[in-house]
Each structure stands twice: as structure tokens, then as C-alpha cells.
């Protein structure tokens, strides 16, 4: 775990840069995040994706998966994919600072 300071918050992350503790996060920290994997501006299409993934981890305690993500989320997955090119499910639950999805690789 290491801790480091993200928009002006510290936050403890693993060492795939997910957050150990999501209640560190922040909207802020999340743009800053998602300029380190490579999207620039968070639409919002990102932000309902982001805000999904969030309200899917508090109520089941994980990350939803790609799939889910697609059927559920009102993004379809051909858009995750264009919104969140390295890997849906994975830079999502980065950004939106939870846990890695079971699941991912």
C-alpha cells in the first residue's frame, strides 16, 4: 500500500493504484485519476458510469463487471469501451475509486 496525494487528498492506494479505502475518495481526486489513465475530461457519460460503479460497490461490496456494467448502468458496453478504452470495468472502478471488480485481470 502507499499512500500519495492526489488533488490535495490523501489516499491509500494498491499496487495497481486501486484505492484501499474508498471513502478517500473524491469527484477531484477522480479527474486526476482518470488524467493518469489517459481521458483527459470526464463527461457525463463517464460520470454516470463512475457514479454507478460507486453505488454498486456500497450496496454489494464489489465493482460490477463489464457485463453488468453494460446491461445495468445505461451505458451500453460498445460506449464503456469507447469512454474507458483500457478496460471498462478496471479504469472505471480506478477512477471511481473502489476496489478492483472480481473478475478483472
Given at each position: ?31 486526476e ?40 448502468s ?32
Amino acid at each position: 500500500m502507499t499512500t500519495t496525494t492526489i488533488a490535495g487528498q490523501a489516499v491509500d492506494r494498491n499496487d495497481e493504484g486501486f484505492f484501499e479505502h474508498p471513502e478517500q475518495w473524491t469527484e477531484d481526486v477522480a479527474v486526476e485519476i482518470a488524467k493518469e489513465e489517459g481521458i483527459d475530461e470526464l463527461t457525463p457519460e463517464h460520470w454516470q458510469v463512475i457514479h454507478f460503479m460507486r453505488k454498486e460497490y456500497v450496496e454489494k461490496g464489489t465493482g460490477p463487471t463489464v457485463r453488468v456494467l453494460g446491461k445495468t448502468s445505461g451505458v451500453s458496453v460498445k460506449e464503456l469501451y469507447q469512454l474507458f478504452p483500457k478496460g471498462p470495468a478496471k479504469v472505471a472502478a480506478k477512477i471511481a475509486g473502489i476496489p478492483k471488480p472480481r473478475g478483472c485481470i
